[in-house]
């Protein structure tokens, strides 16, 4: 396939293009084994760090062939059918934009799974979805300010511990069914009814360790 002249010289380089017939991936070696069908023969080439999207079998090929007897796939020309791309590095890969916007378009979703962590940094980190599901082990959040603002809400957990310095909350009406224990324990607790308050049960129980006092224009007992 290459003259006599272009074997001696290691720097030359001829394009061919061919089929791949197979492609194997050995154990240790970073590049896959790409067997390739070419001008009535086959030839064994490795895929060239330039060229993004991995062989299959079936596809047509550009092939590099070295003078020193390396033999690269450039690139991938046409693959038939429907058979999804695959693009893979054996090594880190940095994306980087200096000037402009990336954007990412598809039509049935994004998938990102990664065995190690996903890190975000941003000035600002906009989510938009109609539905959406999140599930952690563990959670750890940290802020500054939070504003929250839902139509409804739907919890279910099977503890909840809080620790704050202030909690402060504005509602027009609350409501809370518990079907057990209710407790409340406190320095001082200092309850205000604009109207009215009522408090029932099949017992109730008032004591003081001091003074119990009751104040009214009229007390009913009995």
């Known amino acids: 396939m290459l003259s006599a002249a272009e074997k001696i010289d290691p720097t030359s380089a001829t ?26 023969g086959s030839v064994e080439a490795r ?18 062939l070295l003078g020193d007897g390396s033999t690269f796939v ?3 020309l046409e693959r038939e059918g429907d058979a999804p791309g695959s693009m893979s590095l054996d ?12 954007s990412i378009l598809t039509k ?14 941003a000035p600002s980190v906009d989510v938009k979805a109609v539905d959406g599901r999140l ?3 563990r959670l750890a959040l940290a802020g500054k300010h939070l504003l929250a603002e839902f139509v409804a809400v739907k919890a279910a957990a099977s503890a909840v511990d809080t620790t704050l310095d202030r909690l402060s909350q504005r ?5 809370r069914f518990v079907t057990e224990l209710d407790q409340l324990k406190a320095k001082r607790v200092d309850w205000a009814a604009e109207k009215s308050m009522r408090l029932h049960g099949e017992n109730t ?15 009913h007992m009995g």
């Open 171 to 175: 509602v027009k009406r609350a409501y």
């Open 47 to 64: 895929r060239a760090t330039s060229c993004l999207l991995d062989p299959i079998a079936g596809d047509r090929v550009l092939v590099a």
């Open 135 to 137: 599930g952690i082990e």
């Open 205 to 219: 129980v008032m004591t003081a360790d001091e003074l119990v006092k009751v104040d009214g224009e009229h007390i």
């Open 74 to 76: 450039l690139a991938v």
């Open 91 to 102: 090594r880190d890969l940095k994306l980087e934009l200096p000037e402009g916007r990336l």
């Open 108 to 121: 049935d979703g994004v998938s990102m799974a990664s065995a190690g962590g996903v890190s975000v940094v």
């Open 15 to 40: 394009e061919r293009a061919g089929f791949v017939t197979r492609v194997d991936r050995v154990a240790g070696e970073r590049s896959a084994r790409i067997t390739i069908s070419l001008d009535g």
